[in-house]
């Protein structure tokens, strides 16, 4: 969940890449674009421009700018579809399918009214094609199989050219086999700054970009099923999911804007604690201002983009999630019955008996699960996990927070580390004396408060943890 | 108007019995209802995880682990194979001990280095001693393999129908709190019973073949066995080489032991003529060589069903234990990350114990098909003996 300097590095290297791409001799111009790869899945700072007409960059959310190289006035990208090996979360990859060496493929990044000419190579076993959602542009640029154009054959290289005609988020994504293709990951982010001061675009101190996307990958295995319609296990941020989403660190008082687009099947309601926001901009471009309100959450439907924007002024480490509670967990069984209240005093030993390794688990809910940190089928995320400063966030999926922070320098996107509260700010136990409490009658709508426990709940306990793994395989350490 | 009556009065009950189940069931509800927060009290009283391991820890100290995990080290197949023998031998003493004058007959038979020619020259009245220690000893060694097996198939229906109970003691808690429906829990029940009704039914065949030995203990005035001593041992490693049919290979022993000449010679001798020239005939042997033929035919068809039978053992041993065994571990690991839940943990191991039961039958067969298999050359050796063609 950090940038590092390394990441940094790599982006200068991009940077250098793309100065010395954008000042090629003629002979060079008329061939293809270098294709340039992405071996990470950290994210990379913001690329600025080093010709073409200047912008405030994005910073793409565990992913990357893709450089391009100017062709007499055109703004030259080459994407590469082809399989890939993402890193979803430490410790699990997943087999899928994208652009330049990961899923989501990178962002694009152009300016209003530029000439753009993108070169699209398939490494692909099959067809297939892009199509620029939500821009304007030729018909047979629409990148429709069989509607608008024939598919691009494996090993075969299209070019699609249009002008970026207003400014706004997009996406792009295959418009060939699309349920399959996009079910393995092709897809990215597309961004058109504009190309002056526009009255509804507000300058803003930082600006992000990610894609809400979705996988079914079986625990133990690493390629998405294809033909799942809407039962995914799996929800991500650019092919990520928590602990493995990258957080989006901000200084004190920068004025934010999130980019997102929804390419899942489902529509998701993102939540931002701590702050209000206004969506100031959606797939049509910027909402006129007048439409705009304070919320904090914002429902996002299938294959909608919104940007929200808001005033980062409130210090600490927000949690920023889809709020749908089952996104922000990483695969789980949907048929694992409720063991809430099932007393297993008695049970238990009989069971390890027969299953010398077996722990009860769930009977005074899930949250144990993060706490024992059991060994898991290989390369499968824990359903709930992430460490932070008070333990087991017990979280997965679509989760991350906004660091907001004082001395978080401009332009660094480094992560702070964790928020120490101020004294006198942070929740506390209650030491004093309880009262006694009658228990609540079950009907009529009665709470049901209980006594309070006189358990070991909260004890420091000694016990022994012995956990016999599997040594059949090895690797199979899910944590 | 009577019609109306009775109609309205069916009507009333009707409603009365409506009212009363509606009541019952609102009082049971409320039953469950007012446990909940008392269950909920329960469980973290309980202590969670940690409490329950302790638990665990101390009953694992204190039994054995029962899963069915055969070690296939050559040691361990070596030793499994030694109590087995002496099981056998053991019973095998005691039935011949049991027939009069069978034993000191095969020992005066087999006593100094038995060579070739005195097999050959065995009497009619040494044969009829071997014959007779052939028809003692198959039945006997069939015996003692069954009982092995009875007492493992019981074995293993014990702890399958413990861990019935488990899954149904699970369900029934579960139930009681409002977790799973009726239904489910009268599933685990059922489950319940059929497998105890399977143990009872393998403790029935246990002392059916335990009744069987002990006939053989009360004839030679020894003591009467509550269990064995022994496990059914795995087939030996590696496999023996692939056989090429039945009536081929018994066709290739037939031509391999006995010359040709000497098929003739026996042929003739069987429908000697003294008027008739001796020649070599085409057709039909004698029946004398038939009886030979069917004897070898019968070896062949045994070896074919042993190699069929180690065929299926050491499938099963070999491979399909280590693949259950994985099945079984990831099940574990997809239950540590939730993915299934102890039901269905539960549901594996009893499928694992399935297949043991599986594997133990295939064991027991292997064993059958090797006995008989050797019963069969005895009797093959024994013909040639008699037709003297025995190498």
Not at chain 1, 16 to 22: F, G, Q, R, V, Y
Not at chain 2, 65 to 81: L, M, N
Request: hydrophobic share 40%; glycine share 8%; net charge neutral.
């Amino acid at each position: 969940m950090s940038q590092t300097r390394r990441s940094f590095l790599s982006l200068a290297a991009l940077g250098s890449a793309t100065l010395a791409a954008s000042t090629v001799g003629r002979s060079a111009l008329a061939r293809l674009p270098e294709p340039v790869m992405q071996s990470s899945a950290e994210t990379q700072a913001p690329v600025v421009p080093n010709a073409g007409r200047p912008y405030r960059p994005v910073v793409t959310l565990n992913g990357w700018t893709l450089p391009f190289r100017m062709n007499q006035g055109v703004k030259e990208f080459h994407l590469v579809a082809e399989p890939v090996v993402r890193e979803m979360t430490p410790g699990f990859r997943a087999h899928l399918w994208g652009y330049n060496g990961q899923s989501p493929g990178p962002t694009i990044e152009v300016v209003e009214d530029d000439k753009v000419r993108i070169f699209v190579t398939n490494r692909l076993p099959e067809h297939t094609s892009i199509h620029w959602h939500g821009q304007r542009l030729p018909n047979g640029m629409d990148g429709v199989v069989g509607l608008n154009q024939p598919g691009i054959p494996p090993g075969k290289t299209f070019v699609y050219e249009f002008t970026a005609r207003r400014p706004g988020t997009f996406m792009y994504h295959p418009h060939a086999d699309e349920m399959t293709q996009m079910a393995m990951g092709m897809m990215g982010f597309w961004v058109t700054h504009p190309k002056a001061k526009h009255p509804l675009i507000d300058d803003v101190d930082r600006d992000f970009c990610f894609l809400l996307n979705a996988y079914d990958i079986e625990p133990g295995s690493a390629t998405p099923q294809i033909m799942t319609m809407l039962d995914f296990n799996l929800w991500s941020w650019n092919s990520r999911i928590f602990p493995g989403i990258d957080a989006l660190n901000v200084r004190l008082n920068d004025r934010v804007r999130i980019r997102i687009g929804n390419l899942t099947m489902t529509n998701h309601p993102i939540h931002l604690h701590g702050h209000e926001f206004e969506v100031t901009g959606t797939d049509g471009g910027p909402t006129p201002k007048g439409s705009r309100w304070m919320e904090v959450t914002t429902d996002i439907a299938v294959g909608q983009m919104r940007q929200i924007e808001f005033l980062a002024d409130e210090e600490g480490d927000w949690a920023f999630h889809c709020h749908k509670s089952h996104h922000t967990m990483n695969a789980m069984g949907h048929d694992v019955p409720t063991m809430i209240g099932v007393d297993h005093r008695g049970l238990a030993a009989r069971i390890t008996r027969h299953i010398p390794d077996y722990m009860v688990m769930g009977e005074r809910g899930m949250a144990d699960m993060a706490e024992m940190e059991m060994p898991l089928p290989a390369n499968t995320a824990p359903m709930m996990t992430g460490s932070g400063p008070y333990g087991s966030v017990e979280m997965g999926g679509m989760f991350s927070m906004v660091k907001v922070r004082r001395n978080q320098k401009p332009g660094d996107y480094t992560d702070p580390g964790w928020y120490q509260q101020p004294p006198g700010t942070q929740a506390y136990l209650y030491t004093g004396a309880l009262p006694a409490v009658r228990q609540a009658p079950v009907s009529g709508g009665g709470t049901g408060a209980q006594t309070p426990s006189k358990g070991p709940s909260g004890q420091v306990d000694p016990v022994e943890v012995r956990v016999r793994k599997p040594n059949h395989s090895g690797g199979h350490h899910g944590h | 108007m009577k019609f109306m009556f009775l109609h309205r009065a069916w009507r009333g009950s009707y409603v009365c019995a409506v009212f009363f189940l509606l009541a019952a069931a609102a009082l049971s509800a409320q039953v469950r209802a007012s446990d909940w927060p008392g269950a909920n009290r329960a469980v973290d009283e309980a202590g969670g995880w940690k409490a329950y391991l302790r638990e665990s820890q101390a009953a694992q100290a204190a039994s054995q682990v029962t899963a069915f995990r055969p070690d296939r080290s050559p040691a361990h197949r070596a030793k499994t194979w030694g109590d087995f023998s002496q099981l056998v031998e053991h019973w095998l003493i005691v039935a011949m001990d049991a027939q009069p004058g069978l034993r000191p007959a095969i020992e005066s038979l087999t006593r100094g280095a038995a060579t070739d020619a005195s097999w050959l020259t065995a009497s009619e009245s040494a044969r009829a001693v071997l014959a007779q220690g052939m028809r003692v000893s198959q039945p006997l060694v069939e015996e003692v393999i069954a009982w092995v097996y009875a007492q493992e198939v019981h074995q293993r229906l014990l702890e399958r129908e413990d861990l019935a109970d488990i899954a149904w003691e699970l369900a029934r808690r579960m139930h009681a709190v409002g977790n799973l429906p009726l239904q489910e829990e009268r599933e685990a029940r059922l489950h319940l019973l059929e497998i105890r009704a399977a143990r009872q039914k393998a403790e029935a065949r246990l002392l059916q073949a335990r009744e069987a030995i002990a006939q053989h203990a009360r004839s030679a005035g020894v003591a009467v066995p509550t269990h064995t001593p022994a496990v059914l041992p795995l087939p030996p490693v590696p496999k023996p080489p692939a056989d090429h049919g039945m009536e081929s290979a018994a066709m290739g022993r037939v031509m391999a032991v006995i010359p040709r000449e000497r098929r003739l010679a026996v042929s003739q001798r069987a429908t000697h003529n003294p008027n008739e020239k001796p020649r070599a005939r085409r057709g039909p042997l004698s029946p004398q060589p038939y009886a030979l033929l069917r004897s070898y035919a019968a070896l062949a068809q045994a070896e074919q069903q042993l190699r069929l039978a180690a065929d299926r053992a050491q499938l099963l041993v070999e491979e399909g234990l280590a693949v259950r065994q994985v099945i079984s571990e990831e099940h574990l690991l997809a239950y540590n990350g939730m993915l299934i839940g102890t039901p269905k943990l539960l549901k594996d191991r009893d499928e694992a114990m399935a297949f043991e039961l599986e594997v133990l039958e295939a064991l027991r067969d292997y064993w059958l098909a090797r006995s008989r298999r050797d019963h069969q050359q005895a009797a093959v050796l024994l013909e040639e003996i008699f037709w003297g063609v025995a190498r």
